[in-house]
């Protein structure tokens, strides 16, 4: 029972299935007229009509030399109920039966045929795949180790950052320590000019804190002697020093009063 509904359904989707052009480039699902082959093969009516219309002719699929009279036939392939009651009439039973398994042999064929094709078409796609696979793995591979390689890059950058950040700190803090004491030495150097600034105007003598600078000199520091014979432009390790020296509006009446004694 079981068996005989599926072999119904066999014939009902063999019945279903269409014959495709045999014409590589073509493979269009016949209809209307084809052209059959003694080799086997079926044509569409157009590449038929191209291919079959000088004698002899050569199958394209299989080159047989296609020569005699009914080696190529352009047949119907959905035929009236008319003929096809007709067609077959007056034959014996085995001529019958004969040409019904010439005719299946050649379904058989077609069939089995684009089974192949199919199959092949199969394996080559598999085939691509695969290859597409084995690429997307290998270029998987490739990112992941670009991406591994940038990332011990980006590490290493923000570790430097973060040294360079540090050290920058570490700089202002100095620069900041610098510009304290720089602040603290420009209030007493301040602080001293006016101190130096009020004794002159009050008192010509020399303040003592003037001489005091130059002998607070260590031995190595050496004094400048100026073309004028300036004693007082010493060259001392404290810039701040030679700088009040120099600036000092006091320094000529100081120097004169010296040179005086
Ligand atoms: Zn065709
Ligand atoms: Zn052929």
């Known amino acids: 029972m079981n068996n005989t509904v599926a072999n119904s359904r066999a014939a009902m989707s063999a019945s279903k299935y269409t014959l495709q052009c045999n014409s590589p480039q073509c493979r269009v699902k016949l209809s209307g007229f084809a052209w059959v082959t003694a080799c086997s093969h079926v044509f569409c009516d157009q590449h038929g009509s191209e291919q079959f219309s000088r004698t002899p002719s050569v199958c394209p699929t299989c080159s047989t030399m296609l020569s005699g009279k009914l080696d190529v036939l352009r047949t119907e392939l959905a ?24 005719a299946l042999v050649f379904w058989t064929y077609q069939v089995n045929q684009e089974r192949l094709l199919m199959e092949y078409n199969m394996s080559r796609a598999g085939g691509q795949v695969l290859q597409m696979e084995k690429f997307m793995i290998q270029q998987n591979k490739s990112r992941e180790l670009e991406l591994n390689t940038l990332r011990v890059e980006i590490a290493t950058l923000k570790k430097g950052l973060e040294e360079y950040k540090q050290k920058y700190n570490e700089v202002l803090e100095r620069l ?14 301040d602080s001293l000019r006016m ?17 005091g600078l130059v002998k607070q000199h260590s ?8 073309p004028e014979g300036d004693r007082f432009f010493s060259l001392g390790p404290d810039n701040s ?15 004169s009063f010296i040179k005086k004694n």
């Open 195 to 211: 101190h130096t600034l009020g004794i002159g105007e009050k008192d010509p003598t020399p303040h003592t804190f003037t001489t």
């Open 79 to 102: 035929p009236s109920e008319q003929y096809k009651a007709m067609i077959l009439i007056g034959l014996q039973p085995e001529t019958v039966l004969e040409i019904c398994h010439k």
């Open 219 to 226: 031995p190595h520091s050496p004094l400048f002697l100026r």
């Open 176 to 189: 900041n320590e610098r510009n304290r004491q720089y602040q603290k030495l420009q209030g007493l150097l």
């Open 241 to 255: 020093q030679s700088f009040f020296q120099f600036s000092s509006p006091t320094r000529d009446r100081t120097h």
